[in-house]
């Protein structure tokens, strides 16, 4: 079985920044992308941004410009580098590995207040 382990939330003023990580606890065969979600109280999990094996990105519209998503592969990490952050964005973030199956870690707080 494999685990995401997540790290690096927390609180963090308007403005501000973080780095979100994720790392799978063993090497997967045939990656085909990971990435991170987020689901904040009441509504739907949503995409945050995705990173494909070929290093392509896709960004959720709410973060274009503002969070920059990469990867590892050696590794089997990926990153999530969070700037200029609003309180709209805050969630439990979950990371998520596309191989074969769907792997979630178990999330991890961000919340953006002042």
């Known amino acids: 079985q494999v685990q995401l382990v997540e790290s690096g939330g927390g609180l963090v003023q308007p403005g501000g920044s973080l780095r979100l990580s994720c790392a799978a606890s063993r090497s997967i065969f045939n990656i085909y992308a990971m990435g991170w979600y987020r689901q904040a109280p009441g509504k739907q999990r949503e995409l945050v941004a995705t990173?494909?094996?070929?290093?392509?990105?896709n960004y959720g519209d709410s973060v274009k410009g503002r969070f920059t998503i990469s990867r590892d592969n050696a590794k089997n990490t990926v990153y999530l580098q969070m700037n200029n952050l609003k309180p709209e964005d805050t969630a439990v973030y979950y990371c998520n590995l596309k191989a074969t199956k769907d792997y979630w870690g178990q999330g991890t707080q961000v919340t953006v207040s002042s």
């Open positions: 990173i494909t094996s070929g290093m392509s990105t």
